[in-house]
């Protein structure tokens, strides 16, 4: 037996519960992993809470993020006593996720755990750390570097908003942080942002193009947002489009992208090839400075992932939920 978050749906309605499941429920799998910690990110949240489409099939377990040591394998890259960290591949959707003590999986979607990083650490860093250094390598690849201009993130008291700040100052960008939370002023001052603007400045509908200001941006928002910041980025920048906190709409013109060769980069991390996680994940390694992690991370049990899931969507959630699936 092990506990798990499960959902489900019939004719009583969708709801979500802290159970004991019996092993024997696991879904099919090559790796079965003892978790020792995931997390609670805004996907869950919306999963959990059944405010948006996110789970595909019930019951499910969710959890897009897990950390553990290999119990069992017949997968030829892992073997008991490995330890193993996931994000995405559509688990905690299609597939039982990571909030609950036991996981059986694929092994194709499992990398081993980053030399240097705990369990508990590489959980603070997540889908939403691994989702900022996946921006961060965009920016770079399309000819962003410190010395083009400063660069901006939005929904920068966030999970992932969190880590591009932290990760794009650590390797000397300017950074600017749009929040709506002014009272995250000096959060985001201590990772690294060296001004911040206030989200409604960016939130409404704008022109087509506005002042050229940004050589590129991290955008989690989406929707007029999105829109504004591709308006507002200087020539031949470049935005990284990794989530949709606004809304999924893009009301937005061809402006930037062919008066200023502005190049709109979008982010998966879902479905991201082995190869692109290795080099995220060894990217986080050497420029991450892991001290951040502590202001950035709040730890829960379980028990607590429920009512939690409605605080994030609520907006009341800064940075990073870590859930220790032991406690």
């Known amino acids: 037996m ?17 159970q004991e499941l019996d092993e024997a429920r696991l879904p099919e799998g090559d790796v079965r992993v003892r978790v020792s910690h995931s997390t609670l990110n805004y996907k869950d949240a919306l999963a959990i809470t059944g405010k948006g489409p996110v789970v595909r099939q019930f019951p499910m377990v969710p959890g897009v993020d897990l950390a553990g040591v290999v119990e069992e394998s017949s997968h030829p890259d892992f073997k008991a006593g490995d330890a193993v960290l996931l994000n995405g591949w559509g688990v905690g959707e299609t597939h039982w996720g990571g909030l609950a003590q036991v996981a059986r999986l694929k092994g194709d979607w499992l990398i081993p755990l980053p030399q240097g990083f705990s369990a508990a650490e590489a959980m603070a860093v997540g889908t939403a750390g691994y989702t900022a250094m996946l921006s961060v390598l965009a920016l770079e690849r399309h000819g962003v570097s410190p010395e083009k201009g400063e660069v901006l993130v ?15 100052a650590q390797l ?10 002014v009272e995250e002023a000096d959060y985001l001052k201590q990772l690294g942002a060296a001004e911040i603007i206030l989200r409604a400045t960016l939130a409404e509908p704008g022109r087509p193009l506005g002042r050229e200001r940004w050589a590129g941006a991290v955008d989690s928002v989406g ?11 200087r020539y031949g920048g470049c935005v990284a489009a990794c989530g949709l906190a606004q809304g999924m709409e893009f009301p937005a013109t061809v402006a930037p992208f ?14 991201r090839p082995r190869a692109d996680r290795l080099e995220a994940w060894s990217r986080l390694a050497r420029d991450l400075d892991k001290k951040l992690l502590a202001p950035i991370t709040r ?3 379980l028990e607590e992932v429920i009512a939690v899931a409605g605080e994030l969507l609520a907006g009341r959630v800064r940075g990073r939920v870590v859930v220790d699936v032991n406690r």
């Open 223 to 233: 929707s007029h947002t999105l829109a504004n910041v591709c308006a507002s980025t």
């Open 299 to 301: 730890t829960i049990g």
């Open 154 to 168: 939005t929904g920068a008291s966030g999970g992932v908003g969190s880590f591009a700040v932290a990760l794009l």
């Open 2 to 18: 092990f506990r798990a978050i499960l959902i489900d749906k019939d004719d009583s309605g969708y709801r979500a519960s802290l």
């Open 172 to 181: 000397g960008y300017r950074v600017v942080a749009s929040t709506g939370r």
């Open 258 to 271: 062919i008066l200023r060769g502005v190049t709109l980069a979008g982010i998966d991390s879902v479905m």
